[in-house]
Structures are given as structure tokens and as C-alpha cells.
């Protein structure tokens, strides 16, 4: 499972970070949406980051095991209102579409395999479970390997964090300093749909 995690789950949800950061790209967002749909697709980024980051690094626990479950929820809220914003000003084709249940199915299959391997954990965390749910901040006692996180913090640098930093500067040059664009001020929720 802990391979799976490492070497398909994990490269699996980068791609598809990458895909929607093409996708965006292509409908011209710093026009569209600009620099407001940018931001929000940063804080889904810092939103999965932030549980990843723990996974990699801590012993997981019922206190990580709950910091997940609940950023899981935040993150499925943002992904509706970023696409419900998106849908004001832009075309979000089937093909973003498609990208987008990689980039919401991803975590939630990273979390059933962090649970299924802490299950004692997330039962005592509901007070199932003989052992007690441990709470505390802890780092790993077994490390991932040092290439593996250098490997993954490169790609993560290079194909998730630079790239909607690009996207989120381009929209303010776009837009003379604004986060909304003309475009998308005033519109309703789905109008781009409607056309």
C-alpha cells in the first residue's frame, strides 16, 4: 500500500495537477477569471500540501487521520467554488472536467490508503479500538527515502507550486492589478454554460 502511495497515487494526482494547470491555460484564464480563480486554486493546493506534507514526514496518527479527513471536506468545498467562480467567465470543457475528478478522487484514495494502513488508529480516533487514539506530533521513526522526497518536492516545485504562481501573477499583469477581470464581474454562476 505504502508503494502504491509513493509510485501511483501520488504521481497520479501531480499529473493531474499539471493537466488542469494546461487546461486553465488554454481557456485563456488571466482574461477570463484571472487572478481570483488563481488564488483559489492555490489554496486547494496548500489545502492538499499541508495533509501530504504530514504524511511524508509524521507518524501518522489519529490526530493526522482527522486533520485529513477534515481537509478533505474544506478541499471538496473550495473545488465547488472554484468551479462555480470559474463558470462565470470561462469554458470549463470536458476535458478540465475529466481532470478535475482525478484531482478530487486522488486525495480521497491517498486518504482510504493512509487509513487502511493506520486502521487501528482511525477506529480509536471513534473510540473503536482498544489502542488509544494518539493525538501527538511525531516524526516518522522510518523515514521515506531521501531521493524519493527530494525527487517529489523537485516535481511538486517545478510542475504544481511554479506553475499557479505563473498563473496567478499572469491574471494580475492581465488585469492591470485587479484579481476579477471585466469579464467575469457581474456574470452569473454558469452563464458560461448557457452560450
Known amino acids: 500500500m505504502v508503494l502504491i502511495l509513493m509510485y501511483f497515487v501520488l504521481p497520479v494526482w501531480l499529473i493531474a495537477g499539471f493537466a488542469d494547470w494546461l ?22 493546493f496548500a489545502e492538499i500540501g499541508v495533509p501530504l506534507l504530514a ?25 465547488i467554488w472554484d468551479v462555480r467562480y470559474a463558470t462565470t467567465a470561462r469554458t470549463v ?21 493512509v487509513v487502511s494502513l493506520h486502521w487501528a488508529q482511525f477506529l480509536a480516533l471513534f473510540g473503536f479500538w482498544p489502542e488509544r487514539a494518539r493525538f501527538g506530533l511525531a516524526w516518522k521513526e ?16 517545478l510542475f504544481e507550486l511554479l ?23 457581474g456574470n452569473k454562476i454558469g452563464e458560461t454554460a448557457m452560450r
Open 23 to 44: 487546461c486553465h491555460r488554454a481557456t485563456h484564464i488571466e482574461s477570463t477569471t484571472g487572478a481570483k480563480e488563481s488564488l483559489i486554486h492555490l489554496l486547494m
Open 55 to 79: 504524511a511524508m514526514f509524521l507518524e501518522v496518527n489519529a490526530l493526522i487521520i482527522a486533520a485529513m479527513m477534515i481537509v478533505f471536506v474544506i478541499h471538496e468545498a473550495t473545488a
Open 93 to 113: 470543457s470536458p476535458i478540465e472536467q475529466h481532470v478535475h475528478s482525478f484531482l478530487e478522487m486522488i486525495p480521497l484514495m491517498g486518504l482510504v490508503s
Open 142 to 157: 522510518q523515514q521515506l527515502p531521501v531521493a524519493y522526497v527530494a525527487t517529489v518536492m523537485t516535481v511538486i516545485l
Open 163 to 185: 506553475p499557479y504562481v505563473e498563473e496567478f501573477f499572469r491574471g494580475l499583469r492581465a488585469n492591470s492589478g485587479r484579481m476579477v477581470p471585466p469579464k467575469a464581474r
